[in-house]
C-alpha cells in the first residue's frame, strides 16, 4: 500500500536530489503530425535522459546511492558491468523487502543483465528468489506485478525445481499458475473493465510489467498479450488526458495528485508517450522501470494522435468494476458506469456514485480545466461525502477489522478518518452527468460519521462571486467559467494537509493548514444535501458577467424532503430530472446503464464482453481483438 509521498520517498531514496531538466524545462509541444522516425527518436531520448538522470545520481562517495535505478540504467546502457555485477552481489547479501516492488524490479534487472552480469551476480539474484517470500499482495496491481514477474523469472530459469524458489514450486507450474491468472485478469479487463481504472499512479504498476511481457516472454501467447494489453492501457490513458493530465475520476489515486492533477506519475508516462506535458519529479518514481525497456516498445500513432490531437468535442462513456468485494455483499464485483466530457478547455468525468472501487483512493467526479503549465496549479472543482467506516472498510479488505482504520495512517493513507478529507468514496453520494453539467446528490442517514459535504475550491480559480440570491457561486479556471450550486446552506473552512515526520516504521504525519495558500473548502453540515457543477468555455460568452447571467436565468426547481430531487435545464439545454434513489433522466428518458458498453465513444469502442478494442482518430484506427490474439490495423 502505497501513495505519492511512498513514490517520491521511492525517488529521492534510490536515486538522490539533482537536477531535473524535462521537470522545470519549459511544457514541450507535441506535434499534430512527424516523420515517424523523428517521433521514435523522440520517445527513446526522453527514456534515455530518465536513465541518466538516475545515473547522474551515483555519488562516489556514498555507496548507497548506486541502487537498483542505476544498475538498470547501466545495464540497459551496456555500461560497466563488472562494477555493475560487484553492487548486485553487494545488494543481494542485505535483507530484501517490498515484495512484488522487489520483484519486478530485479526482474528487469536479471533480463537486462542476461548477458552482462557476472555468474555470480546471477547466481545472488536468483538465491534471492529461493529466500525471500514476497507476499502476493491483495489489489489488482500487486498481482499484475507479482505473477508477471513470476512468469517471467519461471521462463528464465525453466527447468528448477520447487526447492529453488520461495512458491515451493516447481519453475512449470510457477509458470502455469502466472500464465492462468494473467490470462483471467486480461480477459476480466477487456470484458467488463478494469478495477484499479484512471488509477493516477498504479497505471506504472499495470503498464511496467505489460512492457515486460512485450519484451521479454519466451511464450509467444504471452509477449503478444503483454504488447497488446499495454496498447489498451495506453489508449484509455490518451483518451482521458487534458493536455497531458490524468483527470477525474479515478478508481484510485491520492491526496496529493487529486488536487493538482500534474503530479502523478500518469504524467510520466503522458511525457514518456505523448510528450506533450512535463514528468513529474523523480519522473514519478517508478519512470525508470519503463524506461530501461522502452525500446522494446513502440507507441502506436493513432494513440499519441488521441492524446496530442484534439478535432473537438467528445463524450465517452466507458465500464469499469469495482475492486473485489469480501464482505457484506451480494456482489463480487459490481459496475462503474464512467463518463467522460472533453473540451479544448476542461474536462467533466464521473462516476454513478456510491461504493466505488476503492473506499480509501476513489474519486468520483470532478471538473478539471486545462493550463499550459500545470506545475503547481490545482486546476479542478468537486465535492465530496468524507465518508469512514469499519464496515465498508472490511467490505474491500481482509485485514482483522480490529485496527483496520488507525492501521492506514501508517500504511501511508493519513486523510480515511479525517472529516475534512476530499479523497473517498460513500455509500451516500449518487451522481449523474450530461455533458458539462454534474450532479451530485447527498442522503446521509443520521448517526454517520462525518455527517457533512466539503466541496474542494483552488487557490487558482479568480472571478470568485457569491451570488446571495440565487444561491450560486461563480468562478474562472483557466479559460473555464464555473457555476457551483450548493443546495444546503454551507461556510468555508482552510484546507489541512499534512507533514511526513521522520519514522524508522511506517509513515508518521502531522496536520497542517494550507488555508494561506489559497485552497478552502465549502462545508456543509446538512445530511440532505447536493451539489450542481456547470462548466463551460469562456469563448462561448461575451464576458463573466454574461456567463452569471445566463446560469442564474436556467430553470433550477429542488427539494431536500424526503430525499434530494432536481430539475434542472443545463447550458446545452437538456432538462436533468435526478431523485435520490431513482434512475436519472435526461430530457425524460432514463439513463439506461444495462445497455453500456465497455467503451463507447469518438475514439475508443469495445462492445461489453468482446474482448476487442477498436481504437479510431480521424482515418487511422487500431483494432486490438484479445479472442484471436491479432493487431489490426488501417488507415493512414
Not at 519503463?290 to 463524450?315: K, L, N, Q, S
Not at 474536462?347 to 506545475?375: C, E, F, K, M, Y
Not at 445566463?550 to 436533468?576: D, H, W
Amino acid at each position: 500500500m502505497k501513495n505519492i509521498f511512498a513514490i517520491l520517498a521511492f525517488a529521492v531514496a534510490t536515486t538522490g536530489a539533482v537536477a531535473q531538466p524535462a521537470t522545470t524545462a519549459p511544457i514541450p509541444h507535441a506535434p499534430a503530425e512527424a516523420p515517424p522516425a523523428a517521433l521514435r527518436r523522440g520517445y527513446l531520448e526522453r527514456a534515455e535522459e530518465v536513465k541518466q538522470w538516475y545515473l547522474d545520481s551515483v555519488k562516489s562517495d556514498n555507496p548507497a546511492s548506486f541502487g537498483s535505478g542505476a544498475i538498470a540504467s547501466k545495464l540497459s546502457r551496456r555500461e560497466d558491468a563488472p562494477a555493475v555485477s560487484q553492487r548486485v552481489i553487494e545488494l543481494m547479501q542485505g535483507r530484501q523487502s517490498g515484495d512484488m516492488f522487489w520483484m519486478f524490479p530485479w526482474t528487469a534487472i536479471s533480463f537486462l543483465g542476461r548477458d552482462q552480469l557476472s555468474t555470480e551476480a546471477k547466481q545472488a539474484i536468483r538465491n534471492a528468489w529461493r529466500t525471500y517470500m514476497p507476499l502476493r499482495g491483495d489489489t489488482e496491481n500487486h498481482w499484475a506485478m507479482y505473477y508477471t514477474a513470476l512468469f517471467l523469472m519461471s521462463e528464465l530459469y525453466p527447468d528448477d525445481p520447487g526447492e529453488s524458489w520461495f512458491t515451493g514450486k516447481s519453475s512449470a507450474e510457477n509458470r502455469a499458475e502466472a500464465k492462468e491468472y494473467l490470462i483471467h485478469w486480461m480477459d476480466l479487463a477487456t470484458t467488463i473493465g478494469q478495477g484499479e481504472f484512471n488509477p493516477t499512479h498504479y497505471i506504472g504498476e499495470y503498464a511496467i510489467p505489460m512492457l515486460y511481457l512485450a519484451a521479454w516472454a519466451q511464450d509467444p501467447e504471452m509477449r503478444k498479450r503483454g504488447q497488446m494489453k499495454l496498447d489498451w492501457l495506453l489508449a484509455d490513458l490518451a483518451a482521458q488526458t487534458l493536455q497531458g493530465m490524468l483527470r477525474g475520476p479515478n478508481g484510485r489515486t491520492d491526496d496529493t495528485s487529486v488536487v493538482q492533477r500534474w503530479l502523478a506519475l500518469s504524467s510520466y508516462f503522458s511525457w514518456q508517450c505523448f510528450g506533450n506535458t512535463a514528468p513529474p519529479p523523480g519522473f514519478g518514481g517508478f519512470g525508470i522501470w519503463f524506461a530501461v525497456a522502452a525500446e522494446h516498445y513502440e507507441v502506436p500513432e493513432v494513440i499519441r494522435r488521441i492524446a496530442v490531437v484534439r478535432e473537438g468535442d467528445y463524450m465517452q462513456h466507458d465500464l469499469k468494476r469495482t475492486r473485489r468485494r469480501w464482505r457484506y455483499s451480494d456482489e463480487l464485483m459490481p459496475l462503474v458506469y464512467k463518463t467522460t466530457y472533453m473540451h479544448r478547455d476542461y474536462a467533466v468525468g464521473s462516476t454513478q456514485g456510491g461504493l466505488i472501487t476503492d473506499p480509501i483512493q476513489a474519486h468520483v467526479w470532478d471538473v478539471t480545466w486545462a493550463v499550459r503549465d500545470p506545475r503547481g496549479v490545482h486546476n479542478t472543482m468537486f465535492s465530496v461525502h468524507p465518508h469512514s467506516s469499519g464496515k465498508v472498510m472490511q467490505m474491500y479488505f481482509t485485514e482483522l477489522p480490529d485496527h483496520m482504520i488507525e492501521a492506514l495512517a501508517s500504511q501511508g493513507k493519513p486523510s480515511y478518518d479525517v472529516p475534512d478529507k476530499i479523497l473517498g468514496s460513500s455509500p451516500f453520494e449518487q451522481v449523474m452527468q450530461d455533458h458539462d453539467t454534474v450532479i451530485a446528490l447527498y442522503d446521509i442517514p443520521p448517526g454517520t460519521r462525518f455527517p457533512h459535504i466539503n466541496g474542494f475550491f483552488s487557490k487558482d480559480l479568480t472571478n470568485f462571486t457569491e451570488d446571495g440570491a440565487s444561491g450560486w457561486i461563480f468562478a474562472q479556471g483557466g479559460n473555464t467559467y464555473l457555476a457551483y450550486r450548493p443546495l444546503a446552506p454551507y461556510e468555508w473552512q482552510p484546507r489541512l494537509g499534512y507533514k511526513q515526520l521522520p519514522s524508522t516504521s511506517g509513515y508518521k504525519w502531522e496536520r497542517v493548514n494550507l488555508g494561506a495558500q489559497g485552497d478552502k473548502l465549502l462545508f456543509s453540515p446538512h445530511l440532505k444535501n447536493g451539489t450542481i457543477v456547470q462548466a463551460a468555455s469562456a469563448s462561448e460568452f461575451p464576458d463573466f458577467a454574461a456567463f452569471q447571467q445566463a446560469v442564474k436565468a436556467l430553470p433550477l426547481r429542488y427539494r431536500l424532503e424526503p430525499v434530494p430531487s432536481i430539475e434542472f435545464k443545463s447550458l446545452r439545454g437538456r432538462t436533468l430530472n435526478f431523485t435520490y434513489g431513482e434512475a436519472p433522466r435526461i430530457d425524460g428518458r432514463p439513463i439506461d446503464y444495462s445497455k453500456w458498453q465497455t467503451f463507447a465513444g469518438d475514439h475508443l469502442n469495445s462492445e461489453r464482453g468482446s474482448r476487442r478494442l477498436r481504437i479510431t482518430h480521424g482515418a487511422l484506427e487500431r483494432v486490438l481483438d484479445f479472442n484471436t490474439l491479432t493487431i489490426t490495423d488501417s488507415g493512414r
